[in-house]
């Protein structure tokens, strides 16, 4: 006999889903908000990690409707513990209701929509602290974003989007998205907001919240305290970075530097939120 295999252990509840419907997630119809990156760096690493063994697989997926291929993907991003799954839902979202609704749980009688719920892609969800990555037809709306938020929190897990086709995020109109670039949908327990990450400089979705610019692994976005550059200071790794980015005097985050417009050295005060990429003015850090 073998010896016993050292297993991922991965906690499974069928409780987890059960009764839902896809509105239960947002009771109250609203839309989530969200900060954008076109820095993959900005991923946490778990994801990075994900992403580099797991390409998209849009096989057997329309692009003019709600349907999911789904990966469950381990915690630290490096193994498949299922999938892809193919997950059909209904066709584009209107404003009586979203494709997502069919494809999460339909009711037990048709004509009586408050009856018993039957699962359906709902019983791909009951998996805790995992990774599910969503490959899909449509993105989400903004209403179905909140309602992935409320799943991330209820999953204890980490969601990742990454759709074909765009009708809302980007523009109203259809954005189809290209293959060889990065565009996916971020959703954290505990984040009320969700990341869009687009490493297409064209894919920018049109209104991003201010994002946390301090969660950088290894850059600050710097102002010279002398002519005002804004800039970027990059540090070699995540334990220089923390090296280097001290408490003022007053208590706010500055980093000691020369500025690369004005060449005057000091303490640069760090920006702590801001939109859009880091400045394109660069210093170097090593140690
Ligand atoms: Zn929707
Ligand atoms: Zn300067």
């Given at each position: 006999?073998?010896?016993?295999?050292?297993?991922?252990?991965?906690?499974?509840?069928?409780?987890?889903?059960?009764?839902?419907?896809?509105?239960?997630?947002?009771?109250?119809?609203?839309?989530?908000?969200?900060?954008?990156?076109?820095?993959?760096?900005?991923?946490?690493?778990?994801?990075?990690?994900?992403?580099?063994?797991?390409?998209?697989?849009?096989?057997?997926?329309?692009?003019?409707?709600?349907?999911?291929?789904?990966?469950?993907?381990?915690?630290?991003?490096?193994?498949?513990?299922?999938?892809?799954?193919?997950?059909?839902?209904?066709?584009?979202?209107?404003?009586?209701?979203?494709?997502?609704?069919?494809?999460?749980?339909?009711?037990?009688?048709?004509?009586?929509?408050?009856?018993?719920?039957?699962?359906?892609?709902?019983?791909?969800?009951?998996?805790?602290?995992?990774?599910y990555l969503i490959?899909?037809?449509?993105?989400?709306?903004?209403?179905?974003?909140?309602?992935?938020?409320?799943?991330?929190?209820?999953?204890?897990?980490?969601?990742?989007?990454?759709?074909?086709?765009?009708?809302?995020?980007?523009?109203?109109?259809?954005?189809?998205?290209?293959?060889?670039?990065?565009?996916?949908?971020?959703?954290?327990?505990?984040?009320?907001?969700?990341?869009?990450?687009?490493?297409?400089?064209?894919?920018?979705?049109?209104?991003?919240?201010?994002?946390?610019?301090?969660?950088?692994?290894?850059?600050?976005?710097?102002?010279?305290?002398?002519?005002?550059?804004?800039?970027?200071?990059?540090?070699?790794?995540?334990?220089?970075?923390?090296?280097?980015?001290?408490?003022?005097?007053?208590?706010?985050?500055?980093?000691?530097?020369?500025?690369?417009?004005?060449?005057?050295?000091?303490?640069?005060?760090?920006v702590r939120e801001?939109?859009?990429?880091?400045?394109?003015?660069?210093?170097?850090?090593?140690?």
């Open positions: 006999m073998d010896a016993p295999q050292e297993e991922v252990k991965v906690k499974h509840d069928p409780a987890l889903t059960k009764d839902t419907w896809w509105h239960s997630f947002n009771a109250d119809g609203g839309e989530a908000g969200y900060v954008a990156t076109s820095d993959l760096e900005e991923l946490p690493s778990e994801v990075q990690v994900a992403l580099g063994l797991f390409v998209c697989d849009f096989k057997g997926l329309d692009e003019e409707a709600v349907n999911w291929n789904v990966t469950h993907v381990s915690k630290n991003g490096m193994s498949r513990l299922s999938g892809p799954k193919l997950l059909k839902g209904g066709q584009r979202s209107g404003n009586k209701g979203c494709g997502e609704e069919e494809l999460w749980a339909v009711p037990k009688d048709p004509k009586h929509k408050k009856t018993q719920v039957v699962a359906k892609g709902s019983a791909e969800f009951c998996y805790l602290e995992i990774i490959d899909g037809g449509l993105c989400p709306c903004k209403r179905c974003c909140k309602s992935l938020v409320a799943l991330a929190d209820r999953t204890k897990s980490v969601i990742v989007v990454r759709p074909m086709v765009d009708y809302e995020l980007i523009s109203k109109h259809r954005t189809e998205l290209a293959r060889g670039e990065t565009f996916l949908l971020l959703f954290r327990p505990g984040v009320k907001t969700f990341l869009v990450c687009h490493t297409a400089a064209n894919e920018a979705p049109d209104s991003p919240l201010a994002r946390d610019l301090t969660a950088h692994p290894t850059k600050a976005w710097c102002t010279c305290a002398a002519c005002g550059l804004a800039f970027t200071a990059r540090f070699a790794h995540e334990n220089v970075k923390s090296k280097n980015v001290k408490k003022d005097k007053k208590g706010d985050l500055a980093v000691t530097t020369t500025c690369p417009h004005c060449h005057v050295s000091g303490e640069m005060p760090v801001g939109v859009g990429a880091f400045p394109a003015a660069t210093v170097d850090i090593y140690f």
